[in-house]
Nanobody
Framework: QVQLVESGGGLVQPGGSLRLSCAAS????????MGWYRQAPGKQRELVAA???????NYVDSVKGRFTISRDNAKNTVYLQMNSLKPEDTAVYYC?????????????WGQGTQVTVSS
């Protein structure tokens, strides 16, 4: 069974840092783009950062210069290093991956991890 498992969320004070991890497991032929989305209460889910299999990245403007996305292809894992966190970064963060598996190519989502930025 193919799945994405996230870790690393929690409560942090403004200005602090957190690192999210997301590991893909199961029989996977290839992982294409990977990324992180977030959804705050009462708001739509938005793309935070994405990275291609070749390492190209893009970020939503509000996190540029503060967040860094990276991936370890050998471990089928994507990371999100979040620095200088602000209260407005509070949300549930979801990992996403577009992957080729036995049945075809599909989008997969993690279960979500809560990030709360508060003093």
């Amino acid at each position: 069974q193919v799945q994405l498992v996230e870790s690393g969320g929690g409560l942090v004070q403004p200005g602090g840092s957190l690192r999210l991890s997301c590991a893909a497991s199961g029989i996977i032929f290839k992982i294409y783009a990977m990324g992180w989305y977030r959804q705050a209460p009462g708001k739509q889910r938005e793309l935070v950062a994405a990275i291609t299999s070749g390492g190209s990245t893009n970020y939503v403007d509000s996190v540029k210069g503060r967040f860094t996305i990276s991936r370890d292809n050998a471990k089928n894992t994507v990371y999100l290093q979040m620095n200088s966190l602000k209260p407005e970064d509070t949300a549930v963060y979801y990992c996403h991956a577009n992957m080729a598996v036995a049945a075809g190519r599909y989008d997969y989502w993690g279960q979500g991890t809560q990030v709360t930025v508060s003093s």
